[in-house]
């Protein structure tokens, strides 16, 4: 039974939503042209914001450091177009709230060339080096969460990393940004994941595809040399196969001990999207300036993979693609299961948004809410096997304080309970609302 | 400046749903029954119909008459009352009065439902507690068994059925005891293959045990049963009887007999696995059927009653709540640890 659970390279749990990837799943990736406006949030990271080192009226060049790093669990900005910066204020972002940002106009007659010479020599980089060019390269974690990668890529002393793992499963339905980065730009992908193993001393590098990606897995294998230490495994289609703990589990066999990070089993997890910004970064010179973003969802006219610099608001990005069809309810930033929704098309692409998506009536409906009959499919759902059921009675109960016994801190909110959920009870927001109190309420004695 | 974007909702994420919903899985429980209920009307003609007919009646009528103007009706949209009669009916004896099955409806559904706070809040299976007042109140109306149809056809109406309320029954000439009641009282052992296939004396849904079980393979396929329950509740009734006929075979029923006969897989398939009513978790699952199982043969064996499905259920029911408080799952990455 063992034996046959590792050949399936699973996790337990999870839930199976139609993936509805044919939209773009076979459309070459384009470049967007530049625009005019751009609008750079300072943290649009996890973390410390930056500092803005630019001041309003100050030329800029595409590529040029625009911010520095506020703190560690921080990271640098640079310029996605050469222009002039316009403000340095407040500006709407993804969450309704306004946020510091530097506002930069597009000089229309520059050439938008990135300067290659900035590429760095990495294997003449110490570690410490290494891990401080990330940071100021401003990369982080491209999957959505957009986590600093410098701050993964710092193992404390007495870890070991033994394996770095490359998540390319891109379980969440639509998108396909990891997937066409997979097909078109396979070498890079290598040879940033060979700079990451190298500097980490990782003795393999895993690569996890989800099987509905065949033509990925086979090319990826096309391109390893033989003696390279780099296999590709490929995963069980489910979701969330590409949550970090649960692909370790599916790969490696091992569950990550709560409250510990992959690290402590020797383990360093980056997306696709990420490892490939760092080969960018040091051998082509380029910071983190621009991402592949799917334009999908049934009210998108002509869904697309595109190049978008970052800072470029969403109404650009719509408009290259047609614009909305009629019937449009509700615009989400990465994906369905765990993308949030956005208030304004003015809202600009940041770093960690896979896509963006839109829907129409038919996914936005009001669904009727029924009570809790305790069927127990969230349960069945739940990678982390928490009881979901009982977090969102007490939760509605506002029994805060209890939901700590049931773990509710170990929830990362993937959303399966919710899919599962035939009396489509709210409890991933449920779950929040008591997160969100339950932290909140800590704050005062620190 | 003219306005032209849409006005965004701005619902959060997952915007995506499995398509099962909670009357869906409700239907799906009466798909189910659908075989063993025709079989109910085959073996006892129109009574069958007349009393699922006043057991349903009984239990739309408290669903309706006590729910709030704006929610009367959703609560019976989501047939989960209608489910509740179903049920009910089916445990009952053919040559009820009518009068009573409705009565019995509408007690299950006031006192076993509505008083609770409705669907999702009760702590008894509604159907059985029910049942549990009608054998009460009525204790001689709800064991007089009558064969099955034989000469007079579908449209023979057991004389029962038609008595008054409150005035004294008519007495059908023939009756027949259950097997479960043959062999308590007399020691006579039913053939296998009449309890398989119906041609018992019994409640309306309980003599045929196939049917019964081609519903549960369905509810399982459609993923709306805890397979654990019914499996666990079998397992564990096949190992208490099998140890007991080793013991006595004579006195003991065999493991087989013990499966098929009274209304033990009406009761593990469709009635212990009422998901509001039984633990959520998996291990739960497990304790609440083996509890089941146990129980049923200890009432049988050593009760005055020759079956013991409804209150075994209805006293796990009771223990559910503190089923599910000590058998929380096993959190991902945290060890053995479930506290």
């Excluded at chain 1, 963006?356 to 349960?379: D, H, M, N, W």
């Amino acid at each position: 039974m063992k034996a046959l659970r590792f050949l399936r390279r699973n996790f337990e749990h999870g839930v199976h939503p139609a993936h509805h990837k044919q939209q773009t799943a076979d459309l070459p990736i384009q470049r967007v042209p530049f625009g005019k406006h751009y609008v750079m949030p300072l943290g649009q990271h996890i973390g410390v914001p930056a500092k803005a080192i630019v001041a309003a009226g100050e030329r800029v060049q595409r590529g040029q450091l625009i911010a520095k790093p506020g703190g560690f669990v921080s990271t640098g900005l640079h310029s996605p177009v050469t222009g002039t910066v316009r403000e340095v204020g407040d500006y709407r972002g993804v969450d309704g709230r306004f946020a510091p940002a530097i506002a930069i106009e597009a000089d229309p007659f520059a050439t938008q060339q990135v300067d290659a010479s900035a590429a760095v020599d990495w294997q003449s980089l110490t570690l410490e080096e290494f891990i401080e060019a990330v940071q100021i390269a401003g990369i982080v974690g491209m999957g959505g969460a957009a986590f600093p990668a410098h701050v993964k890529l710092s193992v404390p002393d007495g870890i070991r990393i033994r394996h770095l793992l490359i998540n390319g499963a891109e379980c969440e339905p639509y998108l396909t940004t990891d997937h066409r980065l997979m097909v078109e730009r396979p070498e890079a992908l290598l040879e940033g994941a060979e700079i990451v193993r190298q500097k980490l001393g990782a003795e393999e590098t895993v690569i996890g595809v989800e099987m509905n990606k065949p033509d990925a897995i086979e090319i990826i294998r096309n391109h390893i040399r033989p003696g390279d230490p780099v296999r590709v495994v490929p995963l069980k289609v489910k979701y969330p196969q590409g949550a970090e703990k649960m692909m370790i589990k599916s790969v490696f066999g091992k569950e990550v001990p709560a409250g510990l990070l992959p690290r402590d089993v020797e383990v360093n997890v980056n997306n696709v999207g990420t490892i490939v910004a760092i080969a960018d970064y040091f051998l082509r010179g380029m910071p983190l300036i621009e991402r592949v973003v799917t334009v999908a969802g049934p009210g998108v006219s002509y869904p697309a993979n595109l190049i978008v610099p970052l800072g470029t608001p969403v109404r650009d990005v719509v408009k290259f693609c047609g614009g909305l069809k009629p019937g449009s309810r509700e615009i989400i930033m990465g994906g369905p299961m765990m993308g949030r929704p956005i208030a304004s098309l003015d809202v600009p692409i940041l770093k960690g948004c896979s896509g963006v998506l839109v829907f129409t009536e038919e996914q936005t409906a009001r669904r009727k809410e029924y009570p809790c009959i305790s069927c127990g499919r969230c349960l069945e759902a739940c990678p982390y096997f928490l009881n979901p059921s009982r977090l969102a009675r007490l939760s509605k109960s506002r029994m805060f304080d209890e939901m700590r016994a049931y773990h509710v801190f170990d929830c990362v909110e993937c959303g399966c309970c919710t899919f599962a959920c035939p009396s489509n009870i709210p409890i991933v927001q449920l779950i929040r609302t008591a997160k969100d109190d339950l932290a909140r309420r800590k704050e005062p004695d620190a | 400046m003219k306005k032209t974007d849409p006005d965004l909702l701005l619902f959060h994420a997952p915007l995506l749903r499995q398509g099962m919903t909670t009357p869906k899985a409700m239907r799906d429980v009466l798909y189910a029954l659908a075989p063993a209920t025709a079989a109910s009307m085959w073996f006892f003609g129109l009574s069958a119909a007349l009393i699922l007919g006043a057991c349903i009646a009984g239990a739309v009528m408290a669903e309706w008459l006590f729910a709030s103007q704006e929610a009367r009706g959703e609560s019976l949209r989501d047939a989960s009352g209608i489910l509740t009669g179903l049920l009910l009916g089916l445990t009952l004896p053919p040559g009820l009065p009518l009068w009573m099955a409705f009565l019995g409806g509408f007690v299950g559904i006031a006192l076993g439902k509505v008083i609770w706070g409705g669907l999702g809040h009760n702590l008894f299976n509604p159907a059985l507690l029910g049942r549990a007042f009608l054998l009460a109140t009525f204790p001689i109306a709800m064991t007089t068994w009558v064969p099955a149809v034989s000469d007079g056809g579908f449209f023979q109406v057991y004389a029962g059925n038609l008595a008054l309320p409150f005035m004294q029954a008519p007495v059908d000439g023939v009756t027949a005891a259950t097997p479960l009641g043959m062999m308590k009282f007399e020691q006579e052992v039913t053939p296998l293959t009449n309890l398989m296939f119906g041609k018992i004396s019994g409640s309306l849904g309980e003599t045929s045990g196939l049917l019964l079980l081609l519903g549960g393979v369905y509810l399982w396929l459609r993923r709306d049963l805890d397979w654990r329950i019914p499996a666990s509740i079998l397992l564990s009734v096949l190992i208490f009887s099998a140890i007991l006929s080793l013991v006595d075979a004579v006195r003991f029923p065999s493991p087989l007999f013990s499966v098929f006969s009274g209304g033990l897989l009406l009761g593990a398939i469709y009635m212990a696995t009422d998901p509001v009513t039984s633990p959520v978790t998996p291990r739960g699952a497990w304790i609440f059927g083996i509890g089941v199982g146990v129980l049923v043969m200890l009432i049988r064996v050593f009760g005055g009653l020759p079956e013991g499905v409804m209150y075994a259920i209805l006293l796990m029911n009771a223990a559910t709540p503190l089923i599910d408080r000590y058998t929380q799952p096993r959190v991902f990455g945290r060890g053995t640890d479930s506290k």
